[in-house]
């Protein structure tokens, strides 16, 4: 038989002792989980427990654990100290149910008692998720600390069947001279209201949210009242405290116009990206901001109104409205015509300068092109005043000038480039040019060129290809080794070798792009028709097994079936590449240069191999201040002929 005032007894010292722990340090493997914990022990729901993080950890590839460590407490706003209001504590009452966990939690449902005029009234509420519905003992336990004598069925009721409103279970002796008092206290500024609540003595009444609400407008106060929060407190004064129940609205002076920036306005920033395998390239800096012509470059956002304050007495306070300030402009950029956008009239670099947008067609480099630099791709012209160090590439819209060396790097441009030293390369790295390129020597590199290549220290060991000539002029121009094609002209001061052991080759009178793009179809060509060949004698010989046998294995039937369709691709892919070869034969054809010319103002070496457009000869013996040209399908020798001095005129990148 369970005797139920020892329960009760039992119950009562639990909850005493659990209210007495005001504070607690747990863990969890979150935060979700930390706080559940806090408010087990601390036997209070989960909305009224506060909490700071100590520690909070999370597994690294796995390595480790999840862990959310927190001291946690219950929703006590602070207490005010009397001695000195100077330490007073603006706790409000809108920090009193809020920071709530924002992800689904178990809540426990709640008793609420008020003792009215006209009896005692109680409210319950239903729990949420899995939280716990209010227990007989509980709800005992609230009422026997009020000493309210009430009817257990309404309770019971209520229990079974929570309302979440204020349902009358019991009479009450009200005493007036016991209730509660309240004082509303206003701030200097009218920014802050605050209630200062007395606790009723036995017999003394609580006051409703109604109630609360009516004595702050008796006192002026009708605006920032937090209503969800009043309620609240209602349900659960805090007595003897001095609370902020109402908070007035702060001006908000209107922004003044400004631009929204649609790139880095930082200068100079490393922005370093990641490959899909993982991989960072630093060479890779892209620290230059390209834009293209009419590009978006800034949004201009126009001044925003002012937003008026209120105090809590509902005096309003106005707010200044911001400022339109005109938009002043860079170089090489303007407004839209709704003058909402800033775009771009170049291509080029977006910078900003003393706070105007500018775009620069022309980018330079103070130091070499390095790892401090990383690759430099630009839609502009690149101006660099020192060397392009081995294994970077620069690659510019425009013109290429490097103050130094190119060694073992490359360089791509649409326009010119100008190396005022020296190009040195190596197997992998090319120089390309959309017109011409200038050096003061080529050595062991690939150089194409759109127009010409013109050097004034010679040539080594290098494949240099120009669609119209290439000029090697100087004290020391001499080229030496390598292959040489030009559309119109090869001239130098010498070709080849004294020694002969270099082989230099020579051609002139044929498009050199043209030329490259023949020799890659070809070499395509045989390689689908060498496939074409193997193709074709496996296809015969299952063809041969078939007609023996009258059926295949099957693994044997799906490979014939695999052979004749490479059968049927591969001869469609020579018959496309065929096509290519005679349609780049037939304008070769069309536009062979009939004058085309190799030429050496001091001596030709024995051993140089001369090409004018079909016709190839190896020079046997040396020649001097010669030109060779190509007559009645035979090459001579004739008098030296100067080049054409217009040619040589350098371009001016800055």
């Known amino acids: ?34 706080i559940s914990e806090a408010a087990t022990l601390l036997g209070v729901p989960l909305r009224h427990i506060k909490y700071e993080i100590i520690e909070k950890q999370t597994s690294f590839l796995g390595i480790g654990k999840d862990l959310c460590k927190i001291r946690a407490y219950e929703r006590n706003l602070p207490v005010v100290d009397d001695k ?39 409210k319950i509420t239903s729990p949420s998720g ?136 930082e200068p100079g920033r490393v922005r370093l990206s990641e490959s899909a395998d993982g991989k960072v390239n630093f060479k890779e800096l892209n620290i230059i901001q390209n834009v293209i012509k009419d590009e978006k470059l800034a949004k201009v956002c126009s001044a925003e109104k002012g937003k008026t304050g209120f105090t809590v007495t509902g005096k309003s306070l106005p707010a200044q409205d911001g400022k339109d300030f005109p938009v002043i402009l ?35 480099i103070d130091s070499s092109v390095n790892l401090k630099t990383g690759n430099i791709l630009f839609l502009g012209n690149v101006v660099i005043n020192g060397n392009v160090e081995e294994g970077f590439s620069v690659k510019a ?27 040195a390369g190596k197997k992998g790295e090319f120089i ?34 120009a669609e119209k000539c290439i000029i090697c002029q100087g004290k020391r121009a001499a080229i030496i080794g390598g292959r040489l094609r030009a559309g119109e002209e090869i001239n130098a001061k010498s070709l080849g070798s004294p020694s002969g052991n270099t082989e230099t080759i020579c051609e002139v009178g044929v498009d050199p792009k043209r030329k490259s793009q023949l020799e890659e179809l070809t070499a395509k060509r045989d390689k689908f028709m060498a496939d074409f060949d193997s193709i074709s004698i496996n296809l015969k010989t299952l063809t041969a097994i078939r007609q023996q046998r009258g059926t295949l294995p099957e693994d044997k039937e799906a490979y014939f079936q695999e052979l004749t369709e490479a059968y049927k691709k591969t001869n469609e892919e020579i018959a496309s590449i065929t096509d ?42 040396e020649f001097k201040a010669s030109t060779f040209i190509l007559e009645n399908e035979v090459i001579h020798a004739v008098k030296y002929i100067e080049t054409d001095a217009v040619l040589q005129q350098k371009p001016v990148t800055k």
């Open 1 to 34: 038989m369970v005797d139920f005032a020892r329960l009760q007894a039992a119950v009562k010292e639990r909850l005493e002792t659990d209210r007495s722990l005001q504070c607690v340090e747990v863990e969890g493997v979150n935060l979700e989980a930390a």
């Open 84 to 122: 000195d209001e100077s330490e007073l504590s603006d706790t409000e009452i809108t920090d009193y149910e809020t920071e709530t966990v924002t992800a689904p939690v178990d809540i426990d449902g709640d008793i609420f008692v008020q003792c009215r005029e006209d009896g005692v009234y109680v």
């Open 130 to 265: 899995n939280g716990a519905s209010v227990s007989k003992s509980m709800a005992a336990h609230v009422l026997n600390k009020r000493d309210v004598i009430h009817n257990n069925n309404i309770l019971n009721d209520l229990l079974k069947h929570p309302t979440n409103d204020y349902v009358r279970i019991a009479d009450f002796k009200h005493i007036m001279f016991y209730d509660t008092v309240v004082n509303v206290e206003i701030d200097e500024q009218e920014m802050k209201a605050f209630l200062y609540v007395t606790q009723p003595k036995a017999g003394g009444r609580d006051y409703t949210y109604d109630e609360y609400r009516d004595i702050l407008k008796s006192n002026k106060v009708v605006y920032g009242i937090n209503e969800d929060s009043l309620k609240a407190f209602a349900d659960r004064p805090v007595y003897n405290e001095k609370i902020c129940a109402a908070v007035g609205k702060v001006p908000v002076d209107g922004q003044n116009s400004y631009l929204e920036y649609f790139f880095d306005t």
């Open 330 to 364: 860079g170089k090489n950029v303007r407004l839209s015509d709704d003058k909402c956008l800033i775009l771009s009239d170049i291509n080029g670099q977006v910078v900003m300068t003393n706070g105007k947008i500018n775009v620069e067609s022309v980018y330079t």
């Open 397 to 423: 819209s425009g013109n290429i000038e490097v103050c130094g060396l190119v060694d073992k790097a490359s360089l791509i441009a649409e326009g010119d480039i100008i190396v005022r030293q020296g190009i």
């Open 432 to 465: 390309s040019a959309g017109r011409s390129v200038w050096a003061k020597f080529i050595e062991n590199s690939d150089v194409k060129a759109g127009l010409m290549v013109t050097v004034s220290d010679g040539i080594l060991n290098s494949t240099i290809d």
């Open 580 to 621: 290519e070869i005679n349609e780049i034969t037939e304008k070769l054809l069309k536009d062979t240069i009939q004058v085309g010319r190799v030429s050496a103002s001091a001596q030709i070496y024995p051993g140089v191999v001369i090409k004018i457009r079909d016709i190839k000869q190896t020079i046997s013996s």
